[in-house]
């Protein structure tokens, strides 16, 4: 199973490029910025783990980079994909890419499938997208990938309709499409969001089965840390369209520089903890995006906020680390949190 | 598997809908009952009517039975083809066949029309939303929603028809009858006179029709483009063709069956009124007169078979739906 | 006819200030009704329908006694163009047809808005109980309400009018007469949402706090329910302006001594193409009343429905 994508010969090495991305819808209430200059990059085989509250902006960044956000969306910024620019460009340029090059695993699975047709039909659909080969070739390649992604009696399963999977195995008649052309990048929005804690690890399960299967790097979006540790090379937090802090998965959860991840972690709920212990949640809510306030958008409900929290926002800058970033005016000041 | 889970499936509509039908001849017999007195016009005559001719005739009609009796003795009559004694001394069923013909022609031909433009319309509208195209349809069909039936059926009546006879020099557009009366030839010598007559009546009463169902069609072709699958299938990378014909379309059809189906009884209505303006000898003039002469067996007949092509329009459509959603064959 | 979507009835006010902060947010909140109203007085159309509704039910309602003709006046112009003494022309027997357009318009919108009424109250009930109560109940009372449906409407109403008409053709029967089937499509509507609200977590919480079955309906399904019925109640207007026309058209209507547009229309249809201002003035006015009722359905329905319809790239 070879790439069948072209890398562009580029100078470094990075396989997907977000530089300044920027979205911001129309509403009748006036203009909603839900990304507000997201940059990152993501390097052939690694795992970004993308982190944050609803609202945050994680998800319509991926949906940015696919070309899958309305056409009202105003988009900004860059995202180069192999060296190739993927915001302005054509539904034919991305459609060519879409599902190839790049795949996406949305967070419903019940909603993401087509509910009048077979599963084996919906997969070879996507094999034959970028694929001349035969319908034939196209139903065993399909019922390859189910067998891949740990479906039973894969043949015969592929003439069901998508009613007759559970909710753990639509998810993995998804992953299984989104893998079905050997994508370079996979982006997971959410996948296991919408599934019950048990099906959770065998969705991430036959995630781990499709990046070895591809050796696709992953970008997993998610709001929960815990899926996160085990999974990610390197995280991002983002909080009011933007990130706050960036870095490697320990320089994150042992060594944050940037009070709204301390908050995230200390907001878990920990089985070793002695009984009796409060939970300790963020206080207040995120920000309206309507009308964001100047300064820090963490600021009102931060512990270690000061004056200059409400007048300017943090720029995201490197802290101590190797490769770690975090927007706060206190960074560095904080210690180590574990 | 498949194919029998669909069997199974319209074997359970069938067998459901026999009972509805025996239940809407109850309602129907009450109704007519109570509304309808055939010895109307016999007691309103001067000089009064002597009772014993009332009497006689009540039991030539077989009136002084009781109220169950006499339904049982009407339904076992139907079901074996007899729709009883008319007060005009015709005979209801061969009549029945004749004017069903007349009006099913009318009645099919306009729904045909009438989905197939608002399927076309509909989805136009969706896929390019707010454009002068989405616009200019809503203005139109809003229009033919407001506007009573008959009064279109004048309208076209003076401008499709007279001007263009007037044009054209002979008449193709006939304004009165299903057909010229006497007429000779074969079928195909025929067609273009009943044509000539059909042309009207159908796009009156599709217009009506059309205006409803396009609006429906463009909603749910709305729903279903911004829903989760067809972002799905984009993410797949397939064309905007593919995703809108394969997926949008496939999925968007679906729902407008029920809705054509619950409208028939509707639509049945419409044809009444249209027959009327164009003083077609159909199904309309059965109802209207039949209720006008208070003629009892006539009218249960109108109204039971009338009752059984809704029942059956609402079958097919049960059947076209279940065949399209595979989801429906469980139900 | 088309369904009614239906709205979502948790709105989420925006920004809600966090304990422990001092800064000013600059979002108001604003109570559902209040965005309903704004979302739909930003369709023009829809506004602009129902200003014109209003102004024709204030001229049918003060029209006759302003102007100088009466309905029942017979003048002695007969079978006249419109003209400037008679801006609608006279029919054969003298009367002003302005006057008895306003008259017919009077009519013909009070038993359309009696008809919405009766159907609305009545269907809303039936409904609520059936969706509500669910099982057995349910059952029951929508194979009632699909046992009518298989009866042709038209067929009844005319059946209904031979009945209760009994010659003179009032408006409160023919409304009562109309009232009888329109119930079914608001009582179907109503019924399935009931259905599924029921199943709302702020039910079962109610529930949990010792409220009653009529509270529970009352208190907190029936408000979530009020833009269907606007709307239903609107559609149903529409309908019974049509469904009184082509009655009364057919003689099963409004009958003399009163009179309504569409008992106008029949009487002048045979005289469409000789004297067409007895055909068309109270057919324009009748689609003029349902081509904005129709326009103030369909922007209250966007009104209340919050899902933004753009079709994505």
């Known amino acids: 199973m070879s790439a069948a994508f072209e890398l562009a010969p580029t100078t470094d090495t990075a396989l997907l490029e977000v530089t300044d991305l920027s979205v911001s819808f129309p509403t009748d209430d006036g203009l909603v910025e839900a990304v507000r200059g997201v940059s990152y990059r993501v390097n052939p085989g690694e795992v970004l783990g993308i982190v944050g509250e609803s609202g945050s902006g994680k998800s319509v960044t991926s949906l940015a980079i696919m070309g899958l956000l309305p056409q009202t969306a105003q988009i900004g910024g860059s995202v180069k994909l192999g060296g190739q620019e993927l915001v302005g460009a054509s539904y034919q340029t991305m459609a060519g890419l879409r599902g190839r090059a790049i795949s996406m695993v949305f967070q419903d699975p019940i909603s993401s499938l087509n509910p009048v047709y077979s599963i084996g039909w919906q997969l070879a659909e996507a094999v034959r997208a970028h694929n001349d080969v035969s319908k034939k070739a196209a139903l065993s390649r399909a019922v390859d990938l189910l067998q891949l992604v740990g479906i039973p009696n894969a043949k015969e399963r592929a003439a069901n309709y998508p009613h007759e999977f559970s909710g753990g195995m639509r998810q993995r008649v998804v992953i299984a499409m989104a893998i079905a052309n ?7 929005d959410e996948p296991t969001t919408a599934l019950d804690v048990t099906v959770q690890a065998q969705v991430l399960e036959t995630l781990d089965i499709a990046r070895e299967a591809t050796n696709a790097a992953m970008i997993l979006i998610t709001h929960d840390l815990g899926v996160v540790a085990g999974v990610a090379d390197r995280v991002l937090v983002m909080y009011a369209g933007k990130p706050v802090e960036t870095g490697t998965v320990d320089e994150i959860y042992y060594a944050s520089q940037m009070p709204y991840t301390i908050g995230l972690l200390n907001s878990i709920p920990r089985l070793d903890s002695s009984t009796g212990e409060e939970l300790r949640p963020i206080p207040g809510s995120p920000p309206s995006l309507l009308h964001l306030a100047p300064g820090c958008p963490f600021s009102p409900r931060c512990s270690y906020r000061i004056p200059l929290c409400d007048e300017q926002e943090p720029a995201l800058l490197p802290v101590e680390g190797a490769d770690h970033f975090a927007a706060c005016h206190v960074a560095d000041t904080l210690g180590p949190q574990r | 598997m498949e194919g029998g889970s669909l069997y199974a499936y319209a074997l359970r509509r069938v ?35 002597p009772e014993a001719v009332l009497d006689a005739r009540r039991s030539a009609l077989g009136l002084d039975k009781s109220l169950p009796e006499q339904y049982w003795n009407w339904l076992t009559g139907i079901v074996s083809g007899d729709f009883g004694p008319s007060i005009k001394g015709i005979d209801i069923g061969q009549d029945l066949q004749v004017r069903l013909g007349v009006t099913l022609r009318m009645v099919v031909l306009a729904m045909l029309i009438a989905v197939v433009v608002a399927m ?76 000539g007559h059909l042309v009207l009546p159908t ?129 | 006819m088309p369904d009614v979507t239906t709205p979502s009835p948790d709105m989420v006010a925006a920004g809600q200030p966090g304990p422990g902060t001092d800064r000013e947010f600059t979002v108001r909140r604003r109570s559902q009704s209040s965005l309903v109203l704004r979302r739909f007085l930003q369709h023009r159309l829809a506004v602009v329908s129902l200003g014109v509704f209003l102004l024709l039910v204030v001229l049918s ?94 067929a009844i109403l005319i059946t209904l009018s031979t009945l209760l008409a009994n010659g003179g053709g009032d408006p409160v029967t023919i409304a009562l007469i109309l009232a009888s089937l329109s119930w079914l499509s608001i009582a179907r509507v109503i019924r399935g949402l009931f259905l599924s609200l029921r199943e709302k977590e702020y039910v079962e919480a109610a529930r949990c706090l010792g409220a009653t079955d009529r509270r529970i309906i009352f208190r907190h399904l029936l408000p979530n329910a009020v833009g269907p019925i606007i709307v ?15 009655l009364s058209y057919l003689g099963f209507g409004i009958k003399f001594p009163s009179t309504s547009l569409g008992l106008l229309i029949s009487v002048g249809q045979s005289a469409a193409s000789t004297r067409p201002w007895l055909f068309y003035f109270p057919g324009l006015v009748i689609i003029l009343i349902a081509l904005t009722i129709n326009f103030v359905g369909d922007g209250l329905r966007d009104a209340l429905d919050p899902q933004q319809r753009r079709v994505r790239a």
């Not at chain 2, 509805?20 to 009517?49: Q, T, W």
């Not at chain 2, 008449?171 to 009943?194: A, C, M, Q």
């Not at chain 3, 808005?113 to 029951?140: H, P």
């Open chain 3, 61 to 154: 309602l003060f029209g006759e006694t302003l102007w100088h003709y009466k309905s029942t006046d017979i003048t002695d112009d007969l079978s006249v163009a419109p003209s400037a003494k008679h801006p609608m022309g006279t029919d054969s027997t003298g009367h002003d047809l302005l006057a008895q357009v306003l008259a017919g318009t009077r009519i013909s919108i009070l038993v359309a808005l009696m008809v919405a009424a009766l159907s609305t109250a009545f269907g809303t009930v039936f409904g609520a109980i059936s969706g509500f109560y669910g099982g057995r109940t349910d059952a029951l009372m929508m194979r009632f309400v699909d046992l009518l449906l298989t009866i042709p409407s038209l």
């Open chain 2, 203 to 331: 796009i009156a009463l599709a217009a009506v029709s059309y205006a409803a169902w396009s609006r429906y069609q463009r909603s749910s072709m709305l729903d279903v483009l911004n829903s989760d699958f067809i972002r799905l299938a984009r993410a797949k990378g397939l064309s905007k063709r593919r995703v809108l014909v394969r997926h949008a379309l496939r999925c968007a059809l679906i729902p407008i069956t029920t809705v054509v189906a619950l409208d028939v009884g509707a639509i049945l209505g419409g044809a009444v009124i249209t027959e009327r303006v164009f003083a077609w000898h159909g199904m309309g003039e059965m109802l209207l007169t039949s209720v006008n002469d208070q003629d009892v067996n006539r009218l249960l007949a109108w109204l039971m078979v009338s009752a059984v092509i809704v029942v059956l329009f609402n079958l097919i459509a049960d059947l076209l739906y279940a065949f399209l959603d595979p989801r429906i064959r469980y139900a």
């Open chain 3, 232 to 246: 239903n109640a609107t559609i149903t207007v529409a309908f019974a302006i049509l469904a009184e026309t082509g």
């Open chain 1, 182 to 188: 050997d994508p370079d990048v996979l982006i997971a």
């Open chain 2, 120 to 195: 076309l319309v509909g989805v136009l509208s969706a896929v390019k939303q707010y454009s002068p195209i989405d616009y200019t349809a809503t203005l139109l069909g809003f229009l033919a929603l407001s506007m009573p039936v008959f009064w279109l059926a004048a309208l076209l009546k003076e401008f499709l028809a007279i001007r263009l006879n007037q044009a054209v020099g002979k008449t193709i557009v006939y304004t009165v009858g299903d057909r010229t009366p006497n007429l000779e030839g074969s079928f195909f010598d025929k067609l273009p006179n009943i044509a």
């Open chain 2, 15 to 49: 067998l459901i809908s026999l009972p509805l039908l025996l239940f809407s001849s109850m309602i129907v017999y009450a109704l007519v009952h109570f509304a309808g007195d055939p010895l109307r016009d016999l007691k309103g005559r001067n000089p009064p009517v």
